[in-house]
């Protein structure tokens, strides 16, 4: 049975192990966490740990499942190879995939399915597993290091498409901060500031009004982020006051994410919600590769989002 393995960083070195696993490993519940460490399938350092023994700054943890004890939700496998190139292969990722394994999704994610016929290949970058739309895999290793290289010196161009809660008037560039939000009850969700602050990185994100949805009060944008941070595009959208239709984290209410893990999608949250997934799909990708050749690569709409904006495609060109 595959074991998994994570390592203690500064901001939980103090905690007790069970409180550690509940915060970042929300798919056992407390009781089945101390089950397994009971029954000696977590580990500290390679050996049976108690479920109050205090962390310490990188101890390695090592969690041994019980085979068949988490089971994984349903995905959505509609996706679909968009192009395929020598080096990179271009695919059209369905909301509700995840792209590699993590959390209790360990074997239906995109990575897994396409490794079905594509042995070997790697993930360039990455979206969120409710986000849709393109993302690049790399066929070699060498190619991987390449394309990674150009992304994160900005040699890649990205375009994303949102809808968004209210009557959009803020097209430009918006550029601040982004990092950590210590406030949040949630680890990983970060805060956009324009000014500068501890552990934050410099953002910068250009947006475009495309359509407005009278009835709803939602507006459809195409973003340009010209940096990479982490929810750069959620976390900013927040900021400017128009969080993206559906998005659990970066909306209203940000206990709409925790209420997400503690009970699932109910109807209640569902109604809050409107959509059932944040609404951002990644659009397009340009570069020039190793040989000079131009890749413009786009993915339309998907079909969950065009229920509110119908006649996307036309509106863009009119108004692009």
Not at 174 to 180: N, S
Not at 238 to 260: T, V, W
Not at 302 to 310: I, R, S
Request: one cysteine or more.
């Amino acid at each position: 049975m595959k074991s998994y393995e994570s390592f203690i960083v500064k901001e939980y070195v103090g905690q007790t192990l069970i409180g550690y696993l509940n915060k970042k490993f929300p798919y056992h519940t407390q009781s089945e966490w101390e089950e397994l460490i009971d029954l000696g399938r977590v580990l500290i350092a390679g050996k049976k740990a108690s479920a109050e023994q205090l962390l310490l700054l990188n101890d390695r943890l090592t969690y041994i499942p019980i085979p068949g004890r988490i089971q994984e939700p349903e995905v959505d496998t509609e996706y679909v190879v968009v192009a395929d190139h020598d080096e990179v292969l271009y695919v059209s990722k369905p909301p509700n995939l995840p792209i590699h394994p993590a959390g209790r999704y360990r074997t239906k994610t995109l990575l897994n399915f396409l490794e079905r016929t594509y042995s070997g290949i790697l993930p360039v970058h990455r979206i969120d597993r409710e986000t849709s739309g393109l993302v690049l895999f790399a066929k070699t290793k060498d190619a991987h290091l390449h394309y990674q290289k150009l992304f994160e010196d900005r040699k890649i161009k990205k375009e994303y498409l949102a809808i968004v809660v209210g009557r959009f008037d803020k097209p430009g560039i918006v550029t601040g901060y982004i990092g950590k939000d210590l406030k949040s009850e949630i680890r990983k969700k970060q805060i956009f500031q324009l000014e500068e602050f501890e552990s934050a990185k410099y953002s910068e994100t250009e947006f475009l009004h495309i359509d407005y949805n009278t009835e709803l009060n939602l507006s459809l944008i195409l973003i340009r982020p010209k940096t990479g941070r982490i929810h750069q595009i959620r976390a900013s959208l927040l900021f400017l006051g128009y969080p993206i239709l559906g998005d659990k984290l970066y909306g209203k209410r940000e206990a709409a994410f925790i209420d997400f893990i503690n009970f699932g999608e109910t109807e209640e949250l569902l109604k809050e919600l409107v959509h059932r997934r944040q609404a951002l799909h990644s659009y397009s990708v340009s570069f020039a590769d190793r040989s000079g050749e131009v890749h413009n690569i786009r993915v339309p709409l998907h079909k969950d989002l065009c229920h509110y904006f119908p006649n996307w495609l036309q509106t863009m060109s009119q108004n692009l």
